[in-house]
C-alpha cells in the first residue's frame, strides 16, 4: 500500500480559477510550504524561472528556498545570469548543516532555530534530513508552536507519519492537523497498523474516520477490531501483525513459509502457534526455530509457558508481565482465546516511560502539560485549576490563624515562628506520600504490609520529630530568649511530624481505595492536613500556656 | 557449570565437634533454616526421628516444617505411631496454599505473612514454589526485615540467583550477605554472566571477590573486562554473551552452526559480524536469517546501520538509543571497536524505570530509599538531613517576617494573611521547575530554546498572578473589611507569581550547568526563593503603605 489518494478537499476547488503562478503564491504567503513545493513540482522549470524573475527580491529568496536541489539545475538555465549567480550564492542554499558536535542534538535546536530565524528553509531541510524519526520528534517538541509549523513543513511525507509516532499525543493531534488531508492520508500509509490506529484515536474524529476508510478492507477490518479496545488496554496496545505456525509441521516446513515471506514485522522474536481455529497453544521462538534440526515439529520446540494476555487486561499488568518475564513480545488473545494480535516490547518501554512521568507531572498538577510550549492560554487555564484548588488549602491554613488574632497580637513572635512548624509538617509528610505512591506503583506496598509500614513511618517521625523539635526548640530560645515559646513551638514540631506521617499514609491509601490516583490529589490534601494541624497545634499550645 | 563449590568457610571449624543433632538444633535456634534443611539431608531418617521425639513440642514443630516432603515418607514409619499422626495433621503441612485469586499478588503477601506468623514454613515453601523469580522478589520486597530473611531462607538455591537479580540494590546485598558462602556461590553458578557482575558490584568486596573466583578461568576474564567499567556505562550493562559470525559466510553455513549450539543466550534477536581480527561490522538479525535464501551471504544479509555503543557511553545515551531505534538488543565495542558484548532491552527497560523513578524520589529527598522497610534508625537519619536543609529555608522565611515584627504588632491580619502568598508562589513556582526537570531529563529542554520558555512562564504567571490576586484581593476584603490589606497582598501575590515563574526556570537550569540534579535540590531552593520574596514583598509593601 503506497500514497492513499482520494478526493482533494473541498477547500480547493475555488483556487481552480487561478493559474498556477497565482496559486504558488497564495500558498507562499500563507507559510503553506509542503504546499508550494507540490505545486511547483507540477509547474515546468521554464515557468517556474518566469515567476521568481517577477518577484521583488525577498519573496524570490524565500521561493528559491522551496525549490528542491533536484529541480535546481533545470531552472537555472531559464534564469538571467546575474540572477542565476545571485540565486546560487545565497548563503541559505548552499549553508551545510554547520552543526559542528551534533551528537548532542543541542546543536541540532540551535542550528534549526538560527535557520528558521532566517528563513533558511534548505537549511532546515538539510538539518533534519539525516535525523531519525525520533530526533526529528524531538526537535519539533523543543520548537515554539510558529516554529515549529514551519520545520514541520519540512518535514519529507515518507517520514511525516513515523515522526508523528514518537510526539506526545498533544502535540500530534495539532501537527497532523497541519498537513493536507492527502499528505496525512500518506503519510500515514507508511506506518504499522498499531501505530496507525495510535493516530486515529489522537485525532478529531471526523479526521480519524477518513484516516480509517483510506485503509484497504482487511486492514480497515483489523484497524477497527483494535479501536474497539481501550487505549490503555493491551488490545490496544497490540499490533495485528503476527506470524501464525501450526503446531503438527516442521521446522524445515517453518523455515521454507518464512523464506516466502521474505521480510518478518518488526521486533518479530517469536511465531504464534495455533490451532485450526486460530486458539493460541504456544509461541515458537526464532532463537528455538534456527537451532531445531530441521524435522523436529513445532509441537515439539515451542514454548508452552508463554502465557497470552487476555485484550482487556490493563496496559500496567501488561507492563509487569514484560517486566517480570523479560519478554520481547507476547501474544494477545480474546474471550475465547483466539489469537488477536500481540504486543511489542517498544510499546511497552513508552509505556513504562509515560506511567513514571505522570507521578512526577501529577504531583505539580501538571497532568496534561506534555508540550512545553502549549499556547499560554491553555496552560493558564490548566494551572489556574492546580492554584485555586490550593487557594482553598491556604485559605483553611489562614483560617486556623485567624482564629488566634488575639494570641498573635499579644506575642508576635508566634507569627514569625510559626511558619517553620508548617514547612516542616509538610516536608516530612511528602517524604511518606512519596514512598507510598512509589510503593503502590511498584507494588511493593499491598493490602498485607500496610500497617506494618504505618508503624515504621510513625517511628521514623518520632525520631526526626524529637530531634528537630530539640534544635528548633533552642534556636527559638536563642532568638527569642523565652523558654516558653521554644517548649510549645517543640511540641507543636513533634506533632505536626507525627500527623504528617499518619497523613502521608492514610491519604493515598484511602485515594487509592476511592479510585483516585495518589498522584494526583495526594500533595495538596497532604499539605492542607500539615499546614492546619501544624498552625493549629502550635498558636493553640501557646494560647493554652503562653498567654 | 553446576554448583561451584569451595572452602566452607571458617566459621564452621570450631562446630565440628558438636554431634549432628546439636547442630542441627544449634541451627534452628539461630533461624538458618537453609543450614538445618542441609544438615538433615545428610542424617538418617531414623536419627531424624530420634532427634523430633527427643523434642520440646514446639521445637518438633518447628524442625518439622523444615523437612523436606520427599523425606517425610521415610521418616514417619521410624515415630511412635501417635506422634507420626499428630505431625501429619499439622495444620502447617497440609494447608495448600490458601491464596484464593491468586493473580494480582496481594493475597499471596498476605497468605506469605499469615504462614509467616504461624511458623508454618512448609506453607510459606508452598506459596513461593509456584512463583516467578521476579515476583518472589517484590514478595521480598514488601515484607519488613525480619520476615523478609525468614522467607528468603526458604527459596530453593538454583532460584536465589534469579531472585536476587530482580531486587533493589540495597535490598540484594543484605540477603546475598544472609547466605552461607557456599549457598552464594551456588546462587549465583545458575546467572548470566552480566547479573553475576551486577551481583558482585553490589556485594562487600571482599565477597565479590570470592564469587568472582568461584568462576571459571575463562569466565573470569570476561567478568574482570566487565567489571572494570563504571556500572553506569554501556560496558557495565553489557552481558558477554555475543554470537559472532563472519560476513564471508553463506546463510545456510549459519543455520548449520546455529543447529550445533543448540541453544542461544536469551533475548538473542541477532547475531553479531565481526572481521578477522574481531572488529564489528554489522548485525544479521534473526528475522533477516530465516527469511533469506540459504545461499546469501551474510554480508549481503546483515545490517550496517545499526550502531555498535562505545563502552565508555554513559547508560542514559544507551536508553535514549534504545527508545529512539526501537532496539532489543545492541553490540558494544570497545576504543578500537572491537566487539567485547552486547546489552539487551531487559536491562535497558529496568534503567528506565530506575532513572524515572529517582526523579520522583529525589524530589522528596528520598534518594537512596528503595528498600521501604529499611531499618527505622537508617532511614530517620536519610531523611533527617533533609529537614535540616528544609529547616535552613524555614529559618530564612522567619528570618524575613521577623524583620517586620513591628509592622504585625499593628496589623494581625497580616499574620492571618501571609502564608497564602507563600503558598501560592510556591505551587506556581514547582510547577514551571517540574515542567523543566522533566523537559531537561527528556531534551525537550535545552540550550537553543531556554529563553523562549522563559517569556512563555512569565507569560503564564503574569495571567494567574492577576487572576489570583484579584481574586485573593477581594477576599481578602470580604474578610477584613478593608481596602489597603486586599490591594497589597494582591500586588505581594503576583509578584511572587512572577519570581516563582523566574526561579523554577532558572534554579535548574544553573543547577545543571554546575552539574548537580536539579530533582535533588530543585524544591529546597525554589521554596526558599518563593517564602522569603512571598512574605517580604507582602510585610514590606504593607509596612509602607498601610501603616
Chains 1, 2 share one sequence.
Not at 541540532?108 to 537549511?123: F, T, W
Not at 483489523?222 to 474497539?228: G, H, N, R, V, Y
Request: proline share 4%; with cysteine; aromatic share 4%.
Amino acid at each position: 500500500m503506497k500514497a492513499v489518494k482520494t478526493e482533494p478537499g473541498n477547500e480547493q476547488k475555488p483556487q481552480a480559477t487561478l493559474t498556477q503562478s497565482e496559486l504558488v503564491l497564495e500558498a507562499l504567503n500563507a507559510g503553506k510550504n509542503k504546499r508550494v513545493r507540490k505545486l511547483l513540482a507540477r509547474m515546468h522549470p521554464a515557468k517556474t524561472a518566469a515567476l521568481l524573475e517577477s518577484l521583488e527580491p525577498q519573496q524570490r529568496l524565500d521561493l528559491w528556498q522551496q525549490i528542491a536541489p533536484v529541480r535546481e539545475a533545470r531552472i537555472l538555465p531559464h534564469l538571467s545570469q546575474s540572477l542565476a549567480l545571485q540565486l546560487r550564492n545565497d548563503p541559505g542554499e548552499n549553508g551545510h548543516a554547520e552543526d559542528g558536535t551534533g551528537e548532542t542534538g543541542t546543536s541540532h535546536l540551535e542550528a534549526a532555530r538560527k535557520a528558521l530565524a532566517q528563513g533558511k528553509l534548505k537549511r532546515l531541510g538539510k538539518i533534519l534530513h539525516p535525523l531519525h524519526p525520533a530526533k526529528i520528534a524531538g526537535l519539533l517538541e523543543a520548537l515554539p508552536p510558529e516554529e515549529r509549523r514551519v520545520a514541520w513543513s519540512m518535514v519529507e511525507t515518507e517520514r511525516a507519519g513515523r515522526v508523528l509516532t514518537y510526539l506526545h499525543d498533544e502535540i500530534r493531534a495539532s501537527l497532523a492537523l497541519e498537513l493536507d488531508i492527502e499528505d496525512l492520508l500518506a503519510s500515514a500509509s507508511y506506518l504499522e497498523l498499531d501505530d496507525r490506529v495510535d493516530l486515529i484515536q489522537t485525532l478529531p474524529s471526523e479526521l480519524g474516520q477518513r484516516l480509517l476508510h483510506a485503509s484497504n478492507a482487511r486492514q480497515r477490518q483489523l484497524i477497527e477490531s483494535m479501536l474497539s479496545y481501550p487505549e490503555d488496554s493491551a488490545g490496544g496496545l497490540m499490533n495485528a501483525d503476527t506470524i501464525q505456525v501450526r503446531a503438527e509441521v516442521k521446522a524445515s516446513t517453518v523455515l521454507r513459509y518464512l523464506r516466502l515471506l521474505e521480510n518478518l514485522p518488526p521486533q518479530t522474536d517469536m511465531l504464534m502457534v495455533v490451532d485450526r481455529k486460530g486458539h493460541y497453544i504456544g509461541a515458537l521462538r526464532l532463537s528455538a526455530l534456527v537451532t531445531a534440526e530441521l524435522d523436529q515439529q513445532v509441537a515439539d520446540l515451542m514454548h508452552k509457558d508463554i502465557a497470552a494476555i487476555p485484550a482487556d487486561s490493563s496496559s500496567a499488568d501488561v507492563a509487569r508481565l514484560f517486566q517480570d518475564q523479560d519478554l520481547l513480545s507476547a501474544p494477545v488473545v480474546d474471550e475465547q482465546n483466539r489469537l488477536i494480535g500481540r504486543i511489542t516490547i517498544d510499546d511497552v518501554v513508552d509505556l513504562i516511560r509515560e506511567e513514571s512521568d505522570r507521578a512526577l507531572m501529577q504531583m505539580a498538577g501538571l497532568d496534561d502539560e506534555a508540550d512545553i510550549f502549549a499556547p499560554v492560554l491553555v496552560s493558564s487555564k490548566r494551572r489556574a485549576i492546580w492554584l485555586g484548588i490550593n487557594l482553598v488549602t491556604a485559605f483553611a491554613a489562614a483560617w486556623v490563624i485567624g482564629l488566634f488574632e488575639g494570641t498573635i497580637q499579644q506575642l508576635v513572635a508566634l507569627a514569625v515562628l510559626m511558619p517553620i512548624v508548617a514547612s516542616m509538617g509538610g516536608i516530612a509528610g511528602s517524604q511518606t506520600l512519596t514512598l507510598l505512591i512509589r510503593g503502590l506503583a511498584l507494588g511493593q506496598v499491598q493490602k498485607g504490609n500496610t500497617r506494618t509500614l504505618l508503624r515504621r513511618e510513625l517511628g521514623i517521625s518520632v525520631l526526626n520529630g524529637l530531634l528537630w523539635a530539640v534544635i528548633i526548640a533552642l534556636l527559638a530560645v536563642l532568638w527569642f530568649g523565652d523558654w516558653g515559646i521554644g517548649a510549645v513551638l517543640g511540641a507543636a514540631i513533634l506533632v505536626n511530624l507525627l500527623c504528617a506521617a499518619f497523613a502521608g499514609w492514610g491519604v493515598p491509601l484511602l485515594l487509592q481505595r476511592m479510585g483516585i490516583d495518589p498522584a494526583l490529589a495526594g500533595s495538596v490534601i497532604l499539605t492542607t492536613v500539615t499546614d492546619v494541624v501544624g498552625f493549629f497545634a502550635f498558636l493553640g499550645l501557646a494560647t493554652i500556656f503562653l498567654l
